[in-house]
Nanobody, 124 residues
Framework: QVQLVESGGGLVQAGGSLRLSCTAS????????MGWFRQAPGKERQFVAV????????DNADSVKGRFTISKDNVKNTVYLQMDSLKAEDTAIYYC?????????????????WGQGTQVTVSS
């Protein structure tokens, strides 16, 4: 069982930055893929970024490439999402998720564990 707690959301102006954090309760995240998803009002949840915890490789959605960076802290069992050059269309609830199978899963159903979400609002 893995429990995930996100933090770091808030209100920011377009062009600004935010860093989201997701801390996992598991003894180790070795073998897991840690992903970030987002859901805007009236829209389906969409993939944002993923990290293969053991190898450190990453994959990002095209819509955030060059602006968002996923990283981790092994000691703190925490994955981060650094969001730069934010746009109004980045406004959404952001969710952290953990998958025990696959290195770079992009589909919701591939993830077994989810956090409660954190709101990010970008004003234009």
């Amino acid at each position: 069982q893995v429990q995930l707690v996100e933090s770091g959301g808030g209100l920011v102006q377009a062009g600004g930055s935010l860093r989201l954090s997701c801390t996992a309760s598991a003894r180790t995240l070795s073998g897991y893929a840690m992903g970030w998803f987002r859901q805007a009002p009236g829209k389906e949840r969409q993939f944002v970024a993923v990290m293969d915890w053991s190898g450190g490789g990453t994959d990002n959605a095209d819509s955030v490439k060059g602006r968002f960076t996923i990283s981790k802290d092994n000691v703190k069992n925490t994955v981060y999402l650094q969001m730069d050059s934010l746009k109004a269309e980045d406004t959404a609830i952001y969710y952290c998720a953990a998958a025990s199978i696959g290195r770079y899963p992009r589909r919701e159903y591939e993830y077994e564990y989810w956090g409660q979400g954190t709101q990010v609002t970008v004003s234009s």
